[in-house]
């Protein structure tokens, strides 16, 4: 049982590139979520998912775009990377509801040059 | 504003002695709270969750607390031991917009000493 697969682990971008980070889950959650951690500032949300074929803004959407593809993925877009997403990502899945926590990838640690 | 913070960015313990880590948060709004472990290189691992109603939860080893009255929370490992080193976070689970989100504190580093 994989549980959350991220890819890719490591990336090195220029700034203005775009990539698509990718996140599939194997648990039928119905709520997925995409996370930025960055040093002495724990994790923010920058998209979630709560059902398939709905998503929503977080904290920090700005920069980001996302899709739903279907209930197992849910992909982060960075049409034009800056340094300041410079970042580990991390992609989270859930039961529906208020009363269940997060299963987390294994992130993906992303530098912009 | 609304946050869910920590008091203590770092913690070192005594292999075999007690850990406990706190958390204050400040939504009042919020029925439910967790805490995560991360080790280094890895995601965020569930440890254990606790509901408004209830004042206190025990797992293997860990144990949560709550305090409404003061919006306290705190997560104490019994017996620590070196694989408990790690960063751990609380959150708790807000209703957004779209549905339910998790907001996190900034962590807190435990260094367990052998």
């Known amino acids: 049982n994989a549980g959350v697969t991220q890819t890719p682990k490591f990336q090195v971008l220029k700034t203005g590139q775009s990539m698509t980070l990718q996140c599939a889950q194997d648990?039928?959650?119905?709520?997925m979520y995409w996370y930025r951690q960055d040093p002495g500032m724990g994790l923010r949300l920058i998209y979630y998912s709560a059902s398939e074929g709905t998503t929503d803004k977080g904290e920090v959407p700005n920069g980001y775009n996302v899709s739903r593809l279907n209930k197992r993925e849910f992909s982060l877009r960075l049409e034009s990377a800056a340094p300041s997403q410079t970042s580990v990502y991390f992609c989270a899945s859930s039961e529906a509801g208020d009363h269940f926590g997060y299963t987390f990838g294994s992130g993906t640690r992303l530098t912009v040059v | 504003g609304e946050s869910v913070g920590l008091h203590l960015p770092t913690l070192s313990v005594q292999e075999g002695d007690n850990s406990i880590i706190n958390c204050a948060y400040s939504n009042s709004a919020s029925d439910y709270f967790i805490w995560y472990k991360q080790e280094s290189g890895k995601g965020p691992q569930f440890i254990i969750d606790i509901r408004s109603n209830m004042d206190k939860r025990q797992g293997q080893r860990v144990t949560v607390l709550l305090n409404k009255t003061v919006k306290h929370l705190s997560l104490q490992i019994a017996a620590t031991q070196p694989g408990d080193s790690a960063v751990y976070f609380c959150?708790?689970?807000?209703?957004?917009?779209?549905?339910?989100?998790?907001?996190f504190g900034a962590g807190t580093r435990l260094f367990v000493k052998a």
């Open positions: 959150a708790e689970k807000r209703i957004g917009t779209g549905g339910f989100k998790t907001i």
């Open positions: 648990m039928n959650h119905n709520s």
